[in-house]
């Protein structure tokens, strides 16, 4: 079976941010509502830190679904990771997750600047440096077979993306624009030179764009 590297539910603005500026401690998301971003899919049954019963099905909740299927590992940029810069200067951060991430599988975090792995639960964290196509390697040799999703942020999956190494992407186009921040696109036109592309709106007011190879 042929490991893939796919990119699930990233929430974007329609004017292509998916995150605004001024990332913090306390705003994770800069000046972007991840409320507002995230509004479908924190609505669904499959949202998996919903409290109690409920939730809308359909095609939003079917994408949930999508987000844990066959993924044996995960690749995210340091700013998707913690609000920290350059040299790790705080080993207690252990990213904005808690003692149980949600992710299950290790997790690749991009950096220039090494730090030591560290386990939460059943998900560790190992932070690497190098090319795009040297980390996926990592990454999949860790997965064991499965698939590799590419968590983000923006500049992280665009990197990829660049790079060519995407085989499948969703993203979920909220009605909202940010203005300034860390952008995917400027328009998904961008990709149609490497992937198929379809646009399915939602009852719940956003767009899902999918993507798979040509």
Do not use: Y
């Not at 603005?13 to 971003?37: C, I, K, N, T, Y």
């Not at 040799?141 to 968590?151: E, K, P, S, W, Y």
């Amino acid at each position: 079976m042929v490991q893939e590297l796919r990119v699930h539910n990233f929430m974007l603005s329609s004017d292509g941010f998916g995150a605004g500026e001024g990332q913090s401690l306390e705003r994770p998301f800069g000046h972007a509502d991840p409320m507002v971003l995230g509004a479908w899919a924190f609505a669904t049954a499959s949202w998996p830190n919903r409290s109690g019963p409920g939730g809308t099905r359909g095609l939003d909740d079917h994408l949930m679904r999508e987000f844990g299927r066959n993924i044996g590992a995960e690749i995210m940029g340091r700013n998707k990771f913690g609000p920290q810069r350059g040299p790790w200067t705080d080993h207690e951060w252990q990213g904005w997750w808690g003692d149980e991430p949600p992710f299950h599988t290790p997790v690749f975090v991009l950096t220039h600047h090494e730090r030591p792995s560290f386990t939460l639960a059943d998900t560790t964290f190992h932070f690497v440096g190098g090319e795009p196509a040297e980390v996926l390697e990592k990454a999949k040799a860790a997965a064991d077979g499965r698939d590799v999703r590419l968590g983000g942020g923006a500049t992280t999956v665009r990197e990829f993306l660049d790079a060519d190494l995407v085989d499948t992407l969703h993203v979920a186009v909220a009605p909202v624009e940010l203005g300034a921040g860390s952008r995917l696109w400027t328009s998904p036109d961008e990709l149609l030179d490497r992937f198929h592309h379809e646009a399915v709106p939602s009852p719940s007011g956003v767009i899902h764009h999918l993507f798979w190879r040509r």
